[in-house]
Nanobody, 121 residues
Framework: QLVESGGDSVRSGGSLRLSCIAS????????MAWFRQGPGKEREAVAA???????EYSHLVQGRFTISRDNAKNTMYLQMNDLKPEDTAMYYC?????????????????WGQGTRVTVSV
């Protein structure tokens, strides 16, 4: 089970930190990722991270967002800085990718319920 938290409403230029707590797993998942789905849009990748902390980012958030994880706490984070109105979306964490597909939403088998981020001008 994956449970996200930390979503909120902020002004443009603000920051938020999202958390995703994983439970029920016997070991840390190799790949975990953040995705988002804005109003009227398809689900898109934000960032992914492996067990060793290697990360990949969507070009849309590169330089503004930072993904991290604490395997001892079974928790993944997304630090979001310089937020823009176009970052408004429901943010989901995901785990258990089929194969080595880091940023493909179709590859992930386990999903959280999402946490909402709203960025106003």
């Amino acid at each position: 089970q994956l449970v996200e938290s930390g979503g909120d409403s902020v002004r443009s230029g603000g920051s938020l930190r999202l958390s995703c707590i994983a439970s029920g797993f016997t070991r840390p998942r190799y790949l975990m990722a953040w995705f988002r789905q804005g109003p009227g849009k398809e689900r898109e990748a934000v960032a992914a991270i492996d067990n060793d902390g290697k990360a990949e980012y969507s070009h849309l958030v590169q330089g503004r967002f930072t993904i991290s994880r604490d395997n001892a706490k079974n928790t993944m984070y997304l630090q979001m800085n310089d937020l823009k109105p176009e970052d408004t979306a429901m943010y989901y964490c995901a785990a258990e990718s089929r194969g080595d597909y880091w940023l493909a939403p179709w590859a992930y088998q386990i999903w959280g319920q999402g946490t909402r981020v709203t960025v106003s001008v």
